[in-house]
């Protein structure tokens, strides 16, 4: 049940935050634009509500492989277990992805010569690698530092509402990093879903690529160094 409580958290998260991606990138949907206080709250409230659901089946709700490397790290989640968290991960992204393909085929189709790389994985408004590093691992480092802060201190039958509530709030307070790091802060939402965005066939993907250097340092490298650190400090602080 462990496993299947991070794959539907997971899915929750990511699939939230896709298909308002969808609707204000694609044509014929009925949100069609960009609104950036609407775009910081779909994101909010889908890792919330996703935090919260994981949590409620039991889980550990990492969400977030970062946090994972992390609790390898400091010893409290042995390699295999890690290895099976990680998958279910995976396999969400794959899943949301596919469950947008599925539910905007017609806007997917009318959407020629319109970017699809950005609907499920994080880019910079303008793309500085070292600066992006930095700034993805200060902005992973403050959210997970704050949920999972609230992780470790809740307890009773609230712990759920206020998991996802500080969720909520964290993603609100960090969407000025959208400008710098594309609002990832988490390797499952972008790497994972890059991943399966090479590989799943989709209409008018137009030959588009994804920018793996981009990918592997600043949302892998830069996010689980960022995610690692919030696990070491929480723990030593906890």
Known sequence: MEYVSEFVGSL??????YAYMCNITLKNTLVGKL?????????????????????????PAYLNPGVVFGSIINGSLPIDQACMYLLMEFLAAGT???????????????????????IFSAY???????????????????????????????SGASAALQIGVVGF???????????????????????????????????????????????????LIGSSIGGILAVLVVGALF
Do not use: H
């Open 12 to 17: 929750i998260f990511l699939l939230g935050g």
């Open 35 to 59: 609104n950036y206080i609407e775009l910081a709250v779909a994101w909010s409230l889908a890792v919330g509500f996703g935090l919260a659901v994981a949590v409620i089946l039991g889980g």
């Open 96 to 118: 949301a992805i596919i469950l947008c393909i599925v539910f905007f085929w017609d806007s997917l189709k009318e959407s020629k010569g319109i970017s699809k790389r950005g």
């Open 124 to 154: 910079p408004v303008q793309k500085n690698i070292p600066l992006n590093f930095v700034q993805e691992i200060l902005a992973t480092f403050a959210f997970l530092f704050l949920v999972l802060g609230t992780i470790k201190a809740a």
């Open 169 to 219: 709030a964290a993603v609100m307070i960090l969407s000025l990093t959208l400008n710098s790091t594309g609002f990832s802060m988490n390797a499952m939402r972008s790497v994972f879903s890059s991943i399966w965005f090479a590989l799943l066939p989709m209409p008018t993907k137009d030959g588009e690529k994804v920018d793996w250097g981009y990918q592997l340092i600043v949302n």
